[in-house]
């Protein structure tokens, strides 16, 4: 069973930047597509960004062009750089498949952009 840790969250500024990292565990992590969700305070998880085992990505409308994932195969682990934080940012961050079945949920980063 994988096991998902992310680390990397934090308070930043409105308009500032951050970078999560995510860490697996287990041999089938290549063969992934990874994905970072996101999820803020009563409201439900959404997909935040993807990437494919070649690299291949995509991004949801509200942080294209400010974030970026990328992911580095031979370390098992999937990155997601974001800049010019806003405010509507602020979530707890989690990597998983993009594609179920799912792997069990980490434990998440806490993401706070406020002033």
């Known amino acids: 069973q994988v096991q998902l840790v992310e680390s990397g969250g934090g308070l930043v500024q409105p308009g500032g930047s951050l970078r999560l990292i995510c860490s697996a565990s287990?041999?089938?992590?290549?063969?992934?597509?990874m994905a970072w969700y996101r999820q803020g305070s009563g409201k439900q998880r959404e997909l935040v960004a993807h990437i494919s085992p070649g690299g291949t990505t995509a991004y949801a409308d509200s942080v294209k062009g400010r974030f970026t994932i990328s992911r580095d195969n031979a370390k098992s682990t999937v990155y997601l750089q974001m800049n010019s934080l806003k405010p509507e940012d602020t979530a707890v961050y989690y990597c998983n498949y993009r594609f179920s079945p799912l792997a069990s949920w980490g434990q998440g980063t806490e993401v706070t952009v406020s002033s």
């Open positions: 287990g041999s089938i992590f290549s063969s992934k597509t």
